[in-house]
């Protein structure tokens, strides 16, 4: 036999009345009780509801954390282990805003070969393994400066005559007295790198010549 409320009243600032009934066909002699509300005691909230204390039940998750973050040893921050990026050739990590920043200052620098931030270290970095982590602007800058240097471990000088100044590389292909600029179309000596001087031998050309600026320096 079940037992349910039927009906609740009686309520006021004290009391409320509770009336129990069985089976429908003994409504009329449900039971009635009377609570006290002074008697009704509020449970205690959980500790850790309670404003004010600190709670626990983070402290997992800390720890979970903690195992899956490293220190950046160039800014000093704790960062996510997906933040990290590896060094080449050594153990070396750091996050990747740190070494992006490394990178774009070696470039200003005008260093193109950048090796691992410790000193010392056999490490190196590489455009290519840097590429998802550098802006844009710096993977380029950083590319043009490796095919300038590559320009310059072929000889490159510039046009003698000043009015002209033009970018020239010596391959060193062919050995030739003279040479044509491609821009200004003048001659110039391609053994000394300085305008044609023909007939005069290039250490009494650049005697001659170095004469002539001293001479203009007293004047």
């Known amino acids: 036999m079940t037992t349910e409320i039927l009906q609740i009243g009686g309520v006021d600032d004290d009391e ?29 909230a959980s500790p850790s509801t309670n404003q004010g204390e600190p709670s626990n039940s983070n402290s997992g998750d800390d720890d979970v954390l903690l195992r ?5 040893e160039i800014c000093a921050c704790d960062k996510p282990i997906s933040d990290s990026f590896q060094i080449l050739g050594c153990d070396h990590c750091y996050c990747t805003q740190c070494v992006s920043n490394y990178v774009a200052e070696r470039l200003q ?7 691992c931030p410790v000193s010392d270290c056999a490490g190196f970095l590489e455009p290519q ?19 300038e240097a590559l320009i310059l471990g072929a000889e490159r000088f510039y046009c003698p005559y000043g009015e002209c ?19 200004c179309r003048r001659l110039f000596c391609a053994q000394c790198k300085a305008a044609c001087h023909a007939g005069i031998g290039c250490d ?4 001659l010549k170095e004469e002539r600026s001293s001479e203009d320096l007293k004047l």
């Open 68 to 72: 899956f973050s490293f220190a950046c």
């Open 165 to 183: 100044s033009a970018l020239l590389i010596d391959d060193g292909i062919e050995k030739v007295v003279q040479s044509e600029c491609p821009e």
């Open 16 to 44: 409320i009345t509770v009336i129990y009934s069985t089976p429908p066909s003994f409504k009329s002699d449900a039971p009635k009780i009377t609570i006290d509300l002074d008697d009704v005691v509020e449970s205690p």
């Open 129 to 147: 393994h840097c590429r998802t982590i550098l802006p844009r602007e710096v993977f380029d800058r950083w590319g043009d400066a490796l095919c």
């Open 204 to 207: 009494e050309f650049q005697l």
């Open 109 to 115: 620098e005008s260093i193109t070969e950048i090796g």
